[in-house]
Each structure stands twice: as C-alpha cells, then as structure tokens.
C-alpha cells in the first residue's frame, strides 16, 4: 500500500517530501527519474509538462503540406519526458492512493490531469492545493484534500490547442510567403502578434510626430529667498504673444494669493503578479527574469505563489504573526514599528480572487540564503507587504499665485511630513519642492524673466513593465504568459532595447498582416477567446466548442490571405530585404547588407562582384539591424541574440572589425 504524491517540478518534489517526512526522505532513482521516499509514500517531480499537443507526423513537412490544413487537422499528444513517464507508470502500479500536488493553476491543474491519463483510472486521486511552500501550509493542505478540476485544466488544454493551431498555421503562411525558412522563420501568433503590432504602431506615431514649437513664461521671484513661477496660460503657440507679455513685465511683483494644504498619500496596494513585473521592471528587472526568481522563491518557501490576480490578502492571513517573524532579521525595525500598531489594516485593491492571495512573503530569509538577484526581489516583495500596512504618507502642499503688472504667475511647492508607508517602501523618488516663507500680499522682486522656447514630444515607447499593464488592460495573454510573450519578441528578433523598438522584419510582417489579414493584428480577436477560455474554467461551456470557434476564425483569415498570396509574397520580401541592409559601402555608395555564403555570415556590398567590400559577422545568433548609428562609418549597429545568453552589443561592424585588426596586430 504505497501513497504516490505527484508535483509539478524536481524541486518542489523534494522541498513537499522533506516536509512531510520530517526531513526523513531519502532519494531515490527509478528510469533515470528522482523520486523521493519515506514510509509508505513517494513524490515525484514532472518537470512541467510531460506531453506536449501537436499535429501527427503527416503534418511535419512544410513544403508538402498546404498551411490552412493545419487549422482542422487533428491533434494528437505527444510525450517529451520518457524518463519520467516510465518512472510514473512503474510507481502507479504500486500505488494505492494518488494525490496531484502541482501548483494550482490552469497550467498545473493541467500538467496534472496529463499524468492520470496515462495512469491506471482505478487508483483513487485526490488533489491538494496550496498557495505556498511552507510546512504550515503543505501540512494544511494535504489535511485537506479536494477534487480534481478538470475544467481548469480543459481551460488550459484549450489554450494549447489554440495556440497551436494558430501559431503553425499562420507562422508556415508567413515564412513560406517570404522565403524565411529554417531557423529563420517569422513567427506569428494569437497573442504575440497583437502584442508586436501595438509596439509597430507605436513607432509609427513616433515616425510620423511632427513637433509643434511653443513658448513658457518663466519668472524668478525673490524675498529673503528665491522660487520660479510660471504664467498661468501655460504653453503660448504664438511667440508674439508671449513677447508682448514678457515685455510690459515691470521689476516687482505682488503674492496676490498663498494656499496651504495637507494632502495624504495612500499606501499601494498588494502585488498582484501585473504589479510586481512592473514594480521589478522598475528596479532593473526583465518581467522575465523577475517571473523566474520569483519562482525559485516561491519553490523554496520564501514567498507566496507569484502567479495571482489578487490584490486582496485573504481573512485567513494572519498578518500580525507574519510581520512578528521578521523581528529577528534584518527588517526588525519596519516590523517591530508596524507591531505597534493596535489594528493591523492592508489596503485593498480592485480585484479580489479565491485561488491565490498576493504576492508576499511567508517565511524569514537572510541575505546569505539567497543570491543576489533573489534577494532583491525578496526584498522589494517584504517592503511591499509591510507598506500595505502602513499609514499614509503626508504632503504639505503649497500654491502661490504672483501678479506681475496684470499677468498671473503661479508656483507650488510640496514637502514630505510624514513618510507613512514610503519609509517601508523606499521605491519611488521623493520630489520635494520647498518655496520660501512667503505671506500673502508682500512684494517680490523679479529678479530674472525668462522666455523658454520648447516643443511638443512624441508619445513615448513601451518599457517592459508597461507594456505588460497595457496587455493586461487589453486583454492580452494572461499573468502568466504576458512576459513570456515580451521574451518572445526579443528571441524572434522582432524587437530590441528596452524600451522595446521593432526592428524592420516587425514592419514588414506587422504591416503585411495588417493589410492582408487585419484581425490577426488586433487584440479584439483573442480576447474573445481568453473569455471563453475563463467560461471552460467557470464549467458553463465546453473546450471543444472554443476550439472549435478558434478554428473558424482562422478559416475566415486565411480566406483573405489566400485571395493575396502574391501581394502578401511581394511585400514581406520587400520589407524583409530593409531589415538587411546596414549603411552605404564606403568604397562605391552602394548598399550594404546581411549576406551568407557557405563560409557563413558576413556584411557585403551588394555591387559585388563590382566591389568586393566586405565585414565578418559572428558565426552563431539571430543578428538585428538596430536603428542606431555610427557617426563615424554611417553603419546602423548590430546587435546579436542567442538563446539563452545576454544580447551582444556588437556596434558598428566597421569600428568592430578595425578594433579586432588592431588587436591581432598588437597581439602579433
């Protein structure tokens, strides 16, 4: 009689065992698969998903088979974990009793029933859910089993085959029409495809901006002290205008008005998983590298599960114990003041779910625990827990109002008086202007008058962590895909720099796309389907009815594609050709370009065999065209991506190659 405990992942199966056992669990290979054992039980890791959906081996060619048969073939699973799926197997025949223990999403309520189905359906299930890796809450937990939910994980089964089939059949359609094949495909999707074409449209709005040029009146007014003010008008569109007024400006003024108020600043409110990417994204953090050591913190018992829509800590949190726990560490004096508190009360935010509570810490960690990436995303998730409890911040705010021979210029002034819950959370920059001691009615002297000519600005590029709180606002992805699909557009070589500019290939499939088969590249579609994903986790309709719709929107889009092929071919070739070319040969004027030989990659003129101007390029890595350039050759800069790896900065290929001629010299 053996108990089987199934987990997500290798790690979260030994911290689970440990648990249980009391430290007593010993490891244990079977199929080349880690399992961990104590009396009467064994927990083994998954290592996510052990099947992947595809389409049958028939499919696989892409020249043979024509892309919109993809959207009704079937789907078929396929195993990517044999090891593990052996080892399962081997462990099911001895069991009595199995119990799921992945985390609990759609993406783990599924990894979950993938396993039961290629197990025994006499052996009894039953499923535990936790929201942290604790002993507390496992032990909590496997006290209190419940039900498998198959809807959840349908919810999710659905997601895959979507993606799937839209994914393969517009990606082949795409890289087929432009000749990009092997590693080199354009990749297009439900959700990534969205996504780029907002960042494309943005950079159009930024190509297309035409500065407008206006004028500010600027006085500087001084008593026992000095402050600028500003006309009240704001921005003048005539330079004229604000002439006139600058000129009849006499050497004294009057504070004709003072206004003083105290203003509080609520506390923030907990970390759902949109805001703690965008607050890690503030502090230098990727959203993906921010997921993934949120993750490893999770896993270790540090912090709670990071993949939640909540911004609201459940009843059963008992705050006063979490918060006491960190009067022996290094936070003891933001807890021992929250301590004092008689009634510890969070802020709440507007969305309140039941799978997960917020992001927040569950167990005291020091920094020699962890590394030093990991610590501070440790640290910015205990600062923002504290700061929910804390009080408000306290501004003194100030508003002055100059008369200067008629003209009204105003001024206003802030100081901090209280820091309230900033103190715990010291992430925003405290902007502190202080004015002069001023009374209302004394006269100014106007020491200097100055008119600034400025101009209107462009809407400004997506930083990650915007971006990922405009794909939520628009319904794009979920929280725990949305900086998948950012990481995603770098690997593809769609985007670069951060904030994220699209590259030439990005135009030219964004607006190929758009002309050809515009719903592909608007958000309206696929938010669509993520409701009817969210219905199939709620029960009220089925999976294949959503696969099914999906399939039947494709249909439609590919009617308008196939109706163009040849449009479509024309004019991602042409734009495709753009995102090669570098600059002008400095030898003949004419363009340079990415080009491939049997050698490999290297920059050549494409007047050859005329002129035979040429620079190397690394021999691995996607190579982007950035739109910077060098000053002193004219060549954009190059950047290379492989996965896995940092970006390379490689720069002007010119100024690379004559700095590499150098060192060859001074090395020889």
Not at 251 to 272: C, I, N, Y
């Amino acid at each position: 009689m053996m108990h089987l405990i199934i987990t997500e992942k290798h790690s979260t199966a030994k911290r689970i065992a440990q648990i249980l056992s009391g430290g007593k669990a010993k490891q244990k290979k079977l199929n080349g698969a880690n399992v961990y054992e104590y009396p009467d039980t064994k927990v083994i890791g998954l290592s996510g998903h052990i099947v992947n959906v595809d389409f049958p081996p028939e499919y696989n060619n892409w020249s043979d088979v024509d892309p919109q048969e993809l959207i009704g073939a079937d789907i078929i699973l396929v195993p990517t974990q044999k090891k593990i799926i052996s080892a399962l197997r081997k462990l099911a025949k001895e069991a009595s009793r199995i119990t799921i223990a992945t985390d609990y999403d759609r993406e783990g309520e599924l990894i979950g029933v993938e396993a039961l189905r290629l197990l025994p359906s006499s052996i009894p299930i039953d499923r535990v859910r936790y929201s942290a890796i604790t002993q507390a809450d496992i032990i909590k937990a496997f006290a209190n089993t419940t039900k498998i939910d198959f809807n959840l994980a349908s919810a999710g089964e659905a997601r895959q085959k979507i993606d799937l089939v839209w994914g393969a059949a517009l990606t082949r359609f795409i890289s087929l029409s432009s000749r990009r094949l092997g590693k080199n495909f354009l990749s297009v999707g439900r959700v990534q495809t969205p996504l780029l074409a907002l960042l494309v449209e943005r950079e159009k709005e930024i190509d297309a901006f035409e500065p407008t040029p206006y004028w500010e009146i600027y006085v500087t007014c001084k008593n026992d002290g000095e402050f600028v003010a500003k006309h009240v008008k704001g921005r003048f569109l005539e330079k004229s205008e604000a002439e006139i007024i600058v000129s009849r400006l006499g050497p004294k003024g009057t504070l004709s008005k003072l206004e003083q108020r105290r203003k509080t600043q609520a506390p923030p409110v907990p970390f759902d998983t949109t805001e703690f990417l965008r607050a890690a994204s503030a502090i230098g953090f990727t959203p993906a590298n921010a997921m993934r050591t949120a993750e490893n913190l999770y896993t270790n018992g540090w912090i709670s599960y990071p993949r939640t829509d909540n911004t609201v800590y459940p009843k059963s949190l008992d705050a006063r114990a979490l918060i006491k726990m960190f009067t022996e560490s290094e936070f003891l004096d933001y807890a021992a003041s929250l301590l004092k508190k008689k009634v510890l009360k969070p802020t709440r935010g507007r969305k309140e779910a039941t799978d997960h509570p917020p992001i927040h810490p569950v167990s005291v960690a020091n920094r020699r625990d962890l590394n030093t990436y990991e610590w501070r995303i440790y640290e910015l998730i205990v600062r923002r827990f504290f700061a929910t409890f804390a009080s408000p911040a306290v501004w003194e705010r100030t508003k002055v109002t100059v008369e200067i021979d008629g003209e009204l210029f105003n001024a206003d002034g802030s100081r901090l008086l209280e820091e309230g819950w900033r103190w715990y959370y010291p992430y925003y920059a405290v902007k502190e202007t202080i004015l002069p001691s001023l009374r209302e009615g004394e006269l100014l002297e106007i020491i200097e008058v100055d008119l600034a000519e400025k101009e209107t600005q462009p809407p400004p590029r997506y930083k990650q962590g915007d971006l990922i709180k405009k794909m939520e606002d628009l319904g794009l992805g979920t929280k725990s895909t949305r900086h998948e699909m950012i990481s995603k557009l770098y690997a593809r070589g769609y985007v670069h720099g951060n904030p994220l500019r699209p590259t030439s290939t990005a135009h030219a499939v964004i607006e190929t796309l758009e002309k050809y088969a515009t719903p592909i590249t608007k958000p309206d579609m696929t938010c669509v389907l993520e409701k009817d994903m969210d219905k199939i986790a709620e029960g009220m309709i089925d999976e294949e009815n959503v696969v099914q719709e999906s399939r039947e929107m494709l249909d439609v889009v590919f009617e308008k594609l196939d109706v163009s092929m040849e449009d479509v071919s024309r004019t991602l070739q042409e734009g495709l050709r753009e995102d090669k070319i570098v600059g002008k040969c400095p030898d003949c004027n004419s363009d340079l370009m990415i080009r491939r030989s049997r050698r490999g990659r290297f920059i050549g003129c494409t007047n050859y065999p005329n002129c035979s101007f040429s620079l190397p390029l690394p021999k691995s890595g996607r190579i982007i065209v950035t739109s910077k350039k060098c000053e002193e050759h004219g060549l954009h800069h190059v950047k290379i991506i492989t996965k896995g790896r940092r970006p390379w900065d490689l720069g002007c290929p010119h100024c690379n190659y004559l700095e590499w001629q150098k060192s060859k010299k001074e090395l020889f």
